[in-house]
């Protein structure tokens, strides 16, 4: 038998390979280039079926970006083609790229209240009540440092019933306690996490991001034990999974604390994931947390030489604990300006100087 080494994969092909891979780079460069072939084809529905297989992959695998910009293609085509799409689809899509908007620094709060805005004209015109305009306008205004904006749509989106475009009741859930840590009441945050840590609720990220959430609070409460289970449950959950970034830097925060080798355990087996990551903010909540680490490895005197990834810029610097402190704490530092400085206040930078200076 003889093998065409010519043959180029059909668009149907590609499609068909990429179902088969699991979410991540190898899986986004097979849709990719079926978006080539159908946008060459000028084929519309093809790239609307390739694109929404790119935000799907994308908003779980760590590239939060590419999903951006395959959601904006979608919504552009969703206007003149209305009734050729799945309307359901392209409204729940909205929140998972709307979600994280407010990681980018570059994106404004003008552009961030433009697409809210957008969010709550669709779904009102397809008949849905503002109970997820409000539960993401929560959202933002807590990853923004709005406690005013934040009170007062968690009191809108609370007071509304459920319908089919709410978030599941873990996820909502996972809020909760995320809001009450943000307000400063630690105890109301574990409270909160109750379904989650005897196991009544989960999902496929829920109680994964909350265990990590939990581990500051857990030490600020001088909740010993139940750090401990929620470290070793949560960090099971994640390993290895590039869509859990900043809650490995959660994990390596909370270890820097009270056991250095296990923090750096875990910064070394995430660093491969975490050191070109598209997302800004978790990034940045990573990078602190590790140069928090790599700045009480310095002070100590601390006998290793790290396994770093070659891509790593400092690959070759892998003993040198102060100078790669630094590279981690510069890049934690001048997101968090950015950050700020967009949103109109310091939240950030007391954040990020919080997990570096462990002391």
Same mark, same amino acid.
């Given at each position: 038998m003889t093998t065409n080494t010519n043959h180029r994969p059909t668009f149907r092909e590609l499609m068909m390979e990429a179902e088969q891979l699991p979410k991540g780079e190898a899986k986004l460069a097979i849709l990719d280039e079926a978006v080539r072939l159908a946008d060459s084809a000028q084929d519309v529905m093809q790239g609307y079926q390739a694109r929404v297989q790119i935000v799907e992959t994308a908003s779980f695998s760590g590239f939060p970006l590419r999903a951006l910009v395959a959601f904006s293609w979608l919504l552009g085509q969703w206007d003149k083609h209305e009734d050729a799409f799945n309307t359901f689809h392209l409204l729940w899509y909205y929140k998972w790229v709307l979600n994280k908007a407010s990681h980018f620094p570059d994106i404004t709060m003008e552009q961030i209240e433009s697409l809210l805005a957008d969010m709550l004209e669709r779904y009102r015109a397809y008949g849905y009540s503002d109970r997820t305009y409000h539960h993401y306008r929560f959202r933002i205004a807590m990853q923004c440092g709005d406690r005013e904006q934040a009170m007062e749509h968690y009191e809108a989106w609370t007071a509304l019933e459920r319908d089919d475009l709410s978030d599941c009741k873990p996820c909502e859930q996972h809020q909760l306690v995320k809001y009450w840590a943000f307000m400063g009441d630690d105890e109301r945050a574990f409270e909160a996490a109750e379904p989650m840590i005897s196991g009544r609720m989960k999902c496929s990220e829920v109680p994964h991001f909350t265990f990590a959430a939990l581990l500051l609070p857990a030490y600020r409460l001088n909740r010993v034990d139940d750090a401990e289970v929620l470290q070793k449950k949560g960090h099971r959950l994640i390993a290895g999974n590039k869509d859990f970034v900043e809650a490995f830097g959660d994990h390596i925060a909370y270890l820097t604390r009270i056991d250095v080798k296990k923090a750096r355990d875990v910064f070394e087996r995430a660093l491969p994931l975490a050191v070109h990551h598209e997302d800004p903010f978790e990034k940045m909540m990573f990078d602190s947390s590790a140069a928090g680490l790599l700045k009480r490895m310095a002070a100590s005197g601390y006998p290793y030489k790290l396994r770093l990834p070659a891509s790593h810029p400092l690959a070759d610097q892998a003993g040198d604990f102060e100078k790669l402190a630094r590279w981690f704490e510069d890049g934690a530092t001048?997101?968090?300006? &950015? +950050?700020?400085?967009?949103? *109109?206040?310091?939240?950030?930078?007391? +954040? !990020?100087? &919080?997990?570096?200076? !462990? *002391?």
């Open positions: 001048a997101t968090a300006a &950015s +950050l700020d400085r967009r949103n *109109g206040n310091e939240m950030y930078a007391a +954040l !990020v100087r &919080s997990r570096i200076d !462990v *002391g």
